[in-house]
């Protein structure tokens, strides 16, 4: 491994020695890419067509107006409480920095989102990380008891990335009950689409609740955008448009625009691949417990397989029959659900490594 010059300038040390993001493992051309939770499905026509031509020499509408009052339509909301972000990635980092910086504390659940630690110490605050609980769930009564007078902000994932577990709708009003009422509450529902568990919270029915509550989702997962980038959050006027100040100017682009409102357009179409992915996703799961795993129940379009010790082992192993998954040692490897010719090779060498723990 080459190491790293050091820097001819002066830079913040904590940057410095922070790991950049790490995309999901490429796979070759015969192997099944499963790290990154993408949307097998091929674009859908309507969506191609949307930006099939663009005057790519004009910069985009900086507040994506029309995809807001789209969008707040939707969800009885104003356009003034929604706010669209090159991903909800995006969207969450302008959040953590409206709200924390030096001195303050950002809660979450870990494990979750590997994007989250990076996030916080960019805006120059320090993560808390509350662990999951024994069946790889937040553990909402710990993390509301780590909030401090130092914490600005609490992030809550559900399904939760990588595990796919969920929180119910009683868990969270129970949360919300017991943190602060000026305390930041961010609930991450990147994957909100796949659930089909009636108990789960659904954020948007709740935004106007708690004043203190921003949801965030993305057009990247059920949708199929990924590769767009755009993603929306939902939330009070003057919580968003302290992030929107926050924002790099006009970084959701034309083609990401039109490709959301095309793609509400059909959305019935793709909501039925999204409950395909669903299916294949519960067939998945119990294809592996039969096989010996002991999984958490995931409400995600990925599964998470806890290896433990084993999980760098696992993964060569994974990834010498032709599926890349996500792989997060000591803990373990979450595989996404993808095309329906990958299953067969999934649970055959999955069989295997269960074997081996």
């Not at 985009?60 to 909301?77: K, N, Q, S």
């Amino acid at each position: 491994m080459t190491e790293t010059p050091a820097s001819p300038v002066r830079l913040r040390p904590e940057i410095v020695a922070l790991p950049a993001y790490q995309q999901g493992r490429a796979a070759s051309p015969e192997a099944f890419k499963l790290s990154s939770n993408e949307n097998p499905f091929p674009p859908h026509p309507a969506v191609l067509a949307a930006i099939r031509d663009l005057d790519i020499n004009r910069y985009p509408d900086a507040t994506a107006l029309v995809v807001r009052e789209r969008l707040a339509a939707r969800h009885g909301v104003t356009p003034g409480e929604i706010i669209v972000g090159a991903g909800s990635v995006a969207l969450l980092a302008q959040l953590i920095s409206a709200a924390a910086t030096v001195g303050d504390e950002v809660v979450f659940a870990w494990r979750s989102f590997e994007a989250y630690p990076g996030l916080v110490t960019v805006a120059g605050a320090t993560s808390v990380r509350v662990p999951l609980t024994a069946d790889a769930r937040h553990d909402l009564p710990a993390m509301a008891a780590a909030v401090t007078d130092r914490t600005r902000a609490v992030i809550v994932c559900t399904p939760n990335n990588p595990t796919g577990t969920i929180v119910t709708a009683a868990e969270f009003e129970a949360f919300m009950a017991a943190v602060p009422s000026d305390l930041l509450v961010i609930l991450d529902e990147a994957y909100a689409e796949f659930i089909d568990d009636a108990a789960a919270v659904d954020g948007a029915a709740l935004v106007r609740r708690y004043p203190n509550l921003v949801i965030l989702r993305t057009f990247s997962k059920a949708y199929g955008l990924a590769g767009l980038r755009v993603g929306y959050a939902i939330g009070p006027v003057a919580v968003l448009d302290a992030a929107r100040s926050t924002a790099i100017p006009l970084s959701v682009t034309e083609a990401a625009q039109r490709a959301v409102l095309a793609a509400m357009e059909v959305e019935p179409e793709l909501l039925e691949r999204v409950r395909a992915l669903a299916a294949r996703r519960d067939e998945v799961q119990a294809a592996l417990r039969a096989q010996g795993w002991r999984l958490p129940v995931s409400q995600g379009n990925f599964v998470w397989l806890p290896t433990g010790p084993a999980t760098a082992a696992a993964g060569e192993a994974l990834a010498a029959a032709g599926i890349v998954a996500r792989v997060f040692p000591p803990e373990g490897i979450r595989v996404s659900i993808g095309e329906a010719e990958s299953v067969a090779s999934l649970l055959a060498v999955a069989g295997e490594v269960v074997r081996t723990l």
